[in-house]
């Protein structure tokens, strides 16, 4: 009997029309990742800390502190926690009166972390003392550039300005009003809001929505920064910037963010889209109301820019490979802050990897990713992925011989290849999608899973899932459909 290859999608996610999109991406997987040419579960998690209360997590933080002392914080939408080994414990500061939507921004300078949430003003902490007022000046984007602190975005005693730049005296992140101090109005090509802004390397870029702007340092101690122009003295993008001030993500030496019509990454001269395989996928979740849900972190480790972009029981998280080019996507339910722990003099290396991903949910509790794990906090999750469309063929043609369709159609096996013993819900769908015949098969001493099928199709789709187990799981070598001839005709 002949057989044909069911391509494994190890390009990722591509949300596009299935029938044209290229055999080895896929328009539908979730909990998946590509390794070495193989499909495996996407990472587990173990449980991090308990809520210490009832808390909405907002925004994670790790601080290195110059006598080599390092702390992990939790920014909740009430309250500041750090990580005490064991469970998060109050580190104060508050009450922060944000709104539930609302984030915090973090930096850290001159062995100090700085922080607000646009609405309660910048505080500081020297890692002991209590967290204090830094300033009177609240800000939705902290940036820390050319020994200052700086805030984008600042609401000062005469209220809020959306184009506005405001920075500290040069080295004295405490003193906002002396020499060196001082505020820039972003508005030379225009007055539209600042989005946020971010570094790369000692580039400092403030973007708005259809802007990116390089904030240039002047060597004048009086007016120490200037914006940048298109006809010179510094990066200027003019066209398309980023639209929430919460998605960048800091690479080895890219910046990735959510732009208006795609995700963008940044190198320090040029702006390359990366998302156009999953930016429609990725609209269709975002709430433009609030665009300070949408988050993004970068675990170097694999190589992946994290995407939050949605709050929901279905937790919708976009990520990417920047070395590989390719988007998966995970379900990580109720989850509502993203961040990235390395390990070091707080935190034991026991997951083989330099650095983890944190993810804080709705009940104040975090879990700490781990791609050794097959469960997510002890409970199975399901995992698969899905093939693109593919029409069936018709046989040549005969003179007074009516067409009919044969190549993978009316008698056919399904195989897959998997781990020994692991159960596989194979499937295939002949409308796009819409509905799906699945079988549970079992893979064999030989580690092969098998669907028995007498159907007709003209275009047929496959997916392969597993629910999960207490081991980890693997698809490999590829699949096929071993079939007879036979059909209807045309």
């Known amino acids: 009997m002949p057989s044909t290859a069911i391509t494994y999608p190890l390009g990722g996610l591509d949300d596009r029309e299935p029938t044209v999109i290229e055999a080895a991406r896929s328009p539908d997987l979730r909990n998946v990742r590509t390794v070495r040419e193989r499909v495996v579960a996407g990472p587990g ?283 998966f996507r995970d379900d990580w339910p109720n989850v509502r802050a993203l961040g990235v722990f390395r390990i070091g003099s707080n935190l034991l290396t026991v997951i083989q990897q330099s650095e983890f991903v944190i993810a804080g949910y709705l009940d104040g509790s975090s879990d700490r990713v781990d791609p050794r794990l097959s469960q997510r906090r002890g409970a199975n999750f399901s995992s698969y992925i899905t093939t693109t469309d593919t029409e069936a063929k018709p046989a040549q043609q005969k003179p007074g011989v009516k067409e009919t369709l044969l190549d993978r159609n009316t008698l056919w096996r399904i195989r897959v290849r998997a781990d020994t013993n692991e159960a596989v819900t194979i499937g295939y769908s002949k409308d796009r999608g819409s509905t799906w015949n699945e079988v549970v098969a079992t893979a064999n001493a030989d580690g092969v899973a098998t669907y028995d099928v007498i159907d007709t199709f003209s275009i047929i789709r496959h997916r392969l899932k597993t629910t999960g187990s207490a081991t980890l799981w693997e698809l490999f070598r590829g699949a096929e459909m071993v079939w007879s001839g036979g059909g209807y005709e045309l």
């Open 45 to 327: 998690s173990a449980l991090w800390a308990t809520a210490p209360a009832a808390v909405l997590p907002r925004t994670f933080a790790q601080v290195e502190f110059l006598a080599g002392a390092q702390q992990e914080l939790m920014f909740t939408q009430t309250q500041v926690y750090k990580w005490g080994g064991a469970s998060w414990t109050l580190l104060g500061g508050g009450p922060y009166t944000g709104a539930a939507s609302a984030r915090f921004s973090a930096v850290a300078t001159q062995d100090r972390v700085c922080w607000s949430n646009g609405v309660d003003n910048i505080k500081v902490y020297d890692g002991t003392a209590a967290p204090t007022q830094l300033v009177a000046i609240a800000a939705p984007t902290l940036l820390a550039f050319n020994n200052r602190v700086l805030a984008l975005n600042p609401t000062e005693v005469d209220g809020l300005h959306n184009a506005r730049v405001r920075w500290s005296v040069n080295g004295v992140i405490t003193d906002w009003t002396g020499l060196g101090s001082g505020f820039l109005e972003v508005i030379q090509t225009g007055d539209a809001p600042l989005t946020g802004g971010f570094v790369l390397g000692n580039q400092c870029m403030l973007t708005k929505e259809r802007e990116l702007i390089e904030l240039v340092a002047t060597g004048d101690a009086a007016s120490p920064f200037a914006e940048a122009s298109s006809r010179g003295g510094g990066a200027h993008v003019a066209g398309t910037g980023m639209i929430a001030r919460y998605s960048p993500g800091l690479a080895e030496y890219l910046v990735f963010f959510l732009g208006p019509d795609d995700v963008y990454a940044w190198d320090g001269a040029s702006l390359v889209p990366v998302g156009t395989r999953v930016y429609k996928t990725i609209t269709s979740l975002v709430d433009y109301t609030a665009l300070t849900k949408v988050q993004g972190v970068v675990h170097t480790t694999d190589s992946e820019y994290w995407l939050l972009v949605s709050e929901t029981a279905e937790g919708g998280v976009f990520i990417y490979d920047y070395r590989r080019d390719r988007w």
